[in-house]
């Protein structure tokens, strides 16, 4: 697939998901289903927004997909691994509407998000099997620690993102940064329908961000954002463990690092003031940027140095062993921790 042909697809998939998105938003508001209403402890929209983003997000992949198969004649000659992950996608997704909807226990939530995992190993046999040469010292090879070792980091991975979906367009944003810089690196965007997820994700950050209006505003949800945490989780396992692709699993993480360091620290540090880990608040990095700075400049900073972490991570892939990698993330994490839980607590205790 060439560079012409990958941007047909993206604009054909980013248009499909405006299309879809317009219609099942309209559809949410007009019914009061799925609308989500400001509150004036954490919730500081304006405006009630339909949850619709993560709906429309994978009809629109369906459809842009089926498009795809057709105008290639690729019926039958689906990738084993994308149509896996494209039905795991199905139930996930109705699952997290309910969560949307009413609310489920964080037991309910992992419960979902471990069988989702455990069905895409199931069915396509794909694993994180070693973590290579992490720390200098030879492979790391899981054997029987494989599979919950993957299960670990693909529902952590999802709880990342979702967590991370704090202002508009930071989450889905970081995930097709994500996915770009994977999917060029690695080559998979050129033999996948990876650019219809981006694309897809892409016509519903439109709306997210509402660039037709402040009425027509879409948010992802639970359901969207747990959505997208997953593609991007496999995405990142298939990479780094396919033999076809020569990427690092470490590199994969830089790719990630931005919800991945917020999720570990917000964790550790709700852990020290003896807080649920899993109970919302406002101590996120975008949280502690804008104390500095409005939504859409703490939008672009952040985007910006996903990007500029996930060059630093090819960089490292192209001209060091794995080990350098790991460690260089090892200093570079040390500085975010500082910068988020010591040198903006010191600024907001002045």
């Known amino acids: 697939m060439g560079v012409n042909i990958i941007l047909d697809y993206l604009v054909l998939s980013a248009l499909m998901s405006l299309a879809v998105n317009y219609i099942i938003r309209d559809i949410a508001k007009k019914k009061n289903l799925l609308v989500d209403l400001p509150d004036k402890s954490r919730k500081f929209h304006k405006r009630a927004t339909p949850l619709t983003g993560g709906i429309g997000i994978l009809v629109a992949l369906l459809i842009s997909g089926k498009l795809y198969i057709d105008l290639n004649n690729l019926n039958g000659y689906i990738p084993e691994f994308t149509y896996y992950l494209v039905v795991g996608s199905i139930p996930l997704l109705l699952l997290f509407l309910i969560d949307d909807y009413r609310g489920l226990k964080v037991s309910q939530r992992l419960i979902i998000q471990t069988f989702s995992s455990l069905y895409i190993i199931l069915t396509t046999g794909i694993q994180i099997e070693s973590f290579g040469n992490l720390l200098g010292f030879g492979g790391i090879n899981l054997g029987i620690f494989s599979i919950p ?122 852990l020290k003031k003896g807080l649920n880990i899993s109970s919302p608040g406002r101590d996120h990095i975008h949280h502690k940027l804008m104390n500095r700075f409005s939504s859409e400049l703490t939008l672009v900073i952040i985007l910006v140095i996903s990007l500029i972490t996930g060059f630093m991570g090819v960089f490292l892939n192209n001209l060091f062993q794995s080990w350098v990698s790991t460690y260089v993330f090892a200093f570079y994490a040390s500085c975010y921790y500082l910068y988020a839980y010591y040198y903006t607590n010191r600024k907001l205790n002045v």
């Open 149 to 270: 070792a993957t299960i670990f980091c693909v529902v952590g991975l999802m709880n990342a993102f979702n967590m991370i979906d704090g202002i508009n367009g930071l989450c889905s944003g970081c995930a097709i940064i994500s996915l770009l810089l994977m999917g060029f690196y690695s080559g998979m965007i050129y033999d996948s329908m990876m650019i219809l997820v981006i694309g897809s994700i892409i016509g519903f950050l439109i709306f997210n961000l509402r660039i037709f209006g402040k009425k027509r505003g879409v948010f992802l949800g639970d359901s969207g954002s747990n959505l997208i945490g997953f593609w991007v989780a496999w995405s990142a396992i298939y990479c780094s463990q396919n033999v076809l692709y020569e990427v690092e699993p470490i590199t994969m993480i830089w790719f990630v690092a931005i919800p991945f360091l917020d999720c570990i620290g917000l964790i550790f540090a709700r």
